[in-house]
T-cell receptor, first 114, second 115 residues
């Protein structure tokens, strides 16, 4: 079965610290990759996505992610976090040509201390 | 703007009741999904539909069924609600083909409490 692993379940950082959240997936074929964010009390929204081309993708609010095909990874990064980045972050994968069915990781809760 | 609308934000139901959760999307998406979200477990797929009347079981279909009679509407049915089905339920939709426009759009969620 396909799987998406997020290794950090809960991360606590101070403002201005750098962030890296890990994401690995288990499928070897053509994939599209996503990071979603859920701010407290809000619905999930897309942070960034990769489907082809430059493996370094930039998203909203200064986030970026790098697709490393050989490592089956799509790690999320931000050089300097803000208190407003406190949220839960989900990595997701779709297997292209399989009805684009989504597989989500278990999520990482990020708390940024002011 | 894509809208995925779930009929209720909060529901309280009694054990044994039949519960209907409704979801409507306005983007002509082929795919629709029902997930439940529980702390520490992320999003777990209950059912997935890639076309009208087509459905596929997800990871945790037991105790649930779905209905998709129209492209824009996807209903989740709890045949006989139990307390372990207390959870946040999320509906999502997306296109089923193509690569550049494949992201899923989510509704606000329905927090269901079964007492």
């Amino acid at each position: 079965a396909q799987s998406v692993s997020q290794h950090n379940h809960h991360v606590i950082l101070s403002e201005a610290a750098s962030l890296e959240l890990g994401c690995n997936y288990s499928y070897g074929g053509t994939v599209n990759l996503f990071w979603y964010v859920q701010y407290p009390g809000q619905h999930l929204q897309l942070l960034l996505k990769y489907f082809s081309g430059d493996p370094l993708v930039k998203g909203i609010k200064g986030f970026e992610a790098e697709f490393i095909k050989s490592k089956f990874s799509f790690n999320l990064r931000k050089p300097s976090v803000q208190w407003s980045d406190t949220a839960e972050y989900f990595c997701a994968v779709i297997i292209v040509y399989n009805f684009n069915k989504f597989y989500f990781g278990s999520g990482t809760k990020l708390n940024v201390k002011p | 703007d894509v809208k995925v609308t779930q009929s209720s934000r909060y529901l309280v139901k009694r054990t044994g009741e039949k519960v209907f959760l409704e979801c409507v999307q306005d983007m002509d998406h082929e795919n629709m999904f029902w997930y439940r979200q529980d702390p520490g477990l992320g999003l777990r797929l209950i059912y997935f539909s890639y076309d009208v009347k087509m459905k596929e079981k997800g990871d945790i279909p037991e105790g649930y069924s779905v209905s998709r009679e129209k492209k824009e509407r996807f209903s989740l049915i709890l045949e006989s609600a139990s307390t372990n089905q207390t959870s946040m339920y999320l509906c999502a939709s997306s296109f089923s083909f193509g690569q550049g426009n494949t992201e899923a759009f989510f509704g606000q969620g329905t927090r269901l409490t079964v007492v």
